[in-house]
């Protein structure tokens, strides 16, 4: 029986369900996708678009054009509450949509309630097309040979930002730019102390000061104010200080894991609600809590198709495994990264090919939908 299936978002975990889009509409099921940009962004190579080594069109899908390209609907909006009754899902605009089966992909963003004011010149590390317009405006503000930026966050984002932006201003002709990571208390304190030591390093040649002497308490009319009182006025800020899934979860009624993520089993379903899916940022894992890569949203894509097909047409679900260790590259700039797998790590130039490589192998699996048949099979 032909069913409706509604995929809210594009992100990572759904990119073999949006590459079987063909088959399911020759099949006779109705596909939309609901996402607010008509491109999905990579986020591994979105520090990268923000230096310039990557173009805008080398990180993201086109995935508007993938999906009616094969009979699919999409819609450029928000999905903000899922009705189970109903079994709908309202959108940003007011429209209300049906499904037979529903999977989410929705990711996450930076929260950071404490700002007053407001300001052009903030910029969060999410979602990626922001650094699009960040690194705009930072190109415009190479004008000033005093350019100053702060970004703010201890973890592995902020070090790339860090260092791209650094990439970025010396290429535009800024190379005196003031670059300060405002770490809290400690810069990349859940990498291993290998790698930290490797980023320490590389930062000091790169004059990348790493403020390591506090939290951010708030940020009033561009004015970034220390817990310990002390104040920087920077020309722009990046906020890189973590993420959290998207609210619809916890605004829908819907079981969730403590950071307001949809719960959902080993079969990345929910169990209250068996017609909902769910994986990438926007999941609570129950079996375990899972770090927010995408190392786990890109893992979670077979398991995603298996079981949402089976939603369709019936059939077994099968489990996700998270998987052991992953290998985590961190891209710090000027072709410069710093690898870990368990206890190996390394940096230098050799580190950020790799995962240059792997980035664009990734991409041109994917991008090829938008140029050839889209059977992924
Ligand atoms: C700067 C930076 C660099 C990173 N580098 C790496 C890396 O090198 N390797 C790695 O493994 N991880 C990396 N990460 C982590 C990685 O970004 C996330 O784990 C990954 O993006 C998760 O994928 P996702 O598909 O769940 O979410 P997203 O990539 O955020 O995709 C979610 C999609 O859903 C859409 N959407 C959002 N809200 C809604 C809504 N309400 N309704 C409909 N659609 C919606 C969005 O537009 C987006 O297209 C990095 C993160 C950052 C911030």
Same mark, same amino acid.
């Given at each position: 029986? =032909? ?17 079987? @889009? +063909?088959?399911?509409? $020759? ?19 979105? /520090?990268?678009?923000?230096?310039? *080594? ?6 993201? *899908? ?12 999409? &819609?450029?909006?928000?999905? &903000? ?10 959108? $940003? ?55 100053? @930026?702060?970004?703010? +966050?201890?973890? %592995?984002?902020?070090? $790339? ?27 990349? #304190?859940?990498?291993? /102390? %290998? ?5 320490? #390093? ?22 970034? @104010? ?11 800020? *990046? ?11 916890? %605004? ?33 894992? =129950? ?42 590259? *961190?891209?710090?700039? +000027?072709?410069? +990264? ?19 490589? @792997? ?19």
């Amino acid at each position: 029986m =032909a069913k409706k299936l509604l995929l809210a978002g594009g992100g990572h975990a759904h990119m073999m369900l949006l590459a079987r @889009i +063909g088959h399911l509409t $020759e099949d006779g099921h109705e596909v939309t996708v609901v996402q607010p940009s008509d491109h999905h962004y990579y986020s591994g190579m979105g /520090p990268g678009m923000l230096s310039g *080594f990557y173009k805008a069109d080398d990180i993201r *899908f086109r995935t508007r054009f993938v999906v009616e390209r094969q009979g699919g609907r999409f &819609i450029k909006d928000k999905v &903000i509450r899922i009705d189970t009754g109903n079994r709908s899902v309202e959108l $940003e605009s007011g429209i209300c949509e049906e499904f037979d089966i529903l999977s989410c992909n929705t990711g996450s963003f930076v929260p950071f309630s404490a700002i007053e004011g407001r300001s052009s010149r903030i910029f969060g590390a999410k979602p990626i097309e922001g650094l699009l317009e960040a690194k705009k405006q930072i190109i415009t503000g190479c004008n000033n040979p005093e350019l100053s @930026i702060s970004v703010i +966050g201890g973890g %592995a984002a902020a070090a $790339e930002i860090a260092g791209n932006v650094r990439q970025l201003a010396t290429k535009n002709g800024c190379p005196g730019a003031k670059i300060k990571i405002l770490a809290g208390n400690k810069l990349m #304190k859940n990498s291993s /102390p %290998a790698i930290q030591r490797i980023v320490r #390093k590389y930062f000091q040649k790169k004059n990348i000061e790493i403020d390591e002497s506090g939290h951010v308490e708030q940020i009033e009319n561009g004015n970034v @104010i220390m817990k310990s009182g002390k104040t920087h006025t920077p020309d722009f800020i *990046f906020l890189a200080t973590g993420v959290q899934p998207s609210p619809l979860f916890a %605004a829908s009624n819907l079981p969730t894991g403590p950071d307001g993520g949809l719960q959902v089993n080993e079969y990345l379903q929910c169990s209250d609600h068996p017609e909902i899916f769910g994986g990438g940022d926007c999941i609570c894992y =129950a079996p375990q809590p899972l770090e927010k890569v995408g190392v786990y949203a890109v893992r979670q894509n077979p398991v995603l198709l298996h079981n949402v097909l089976a939603g369709l047409r019936g059939g077994n679900q099968i489990k996700f495994d998270p998987g052991g260790r992953f290998l985590a590259i *961190f891209n710090l700039g +000027g072709g410069y +990264g710093a690898l870990q797998k368990g206890p190996l790590c390394w940096g230098g130039k050799t580190a950020f090919i790799i995962k240059d490589y @792997i980035d664009k192998k990734f991409m041109t699996q994917f991008q090829s939908l938008e140029k050839e048949d889209p059977d992924p099979s």
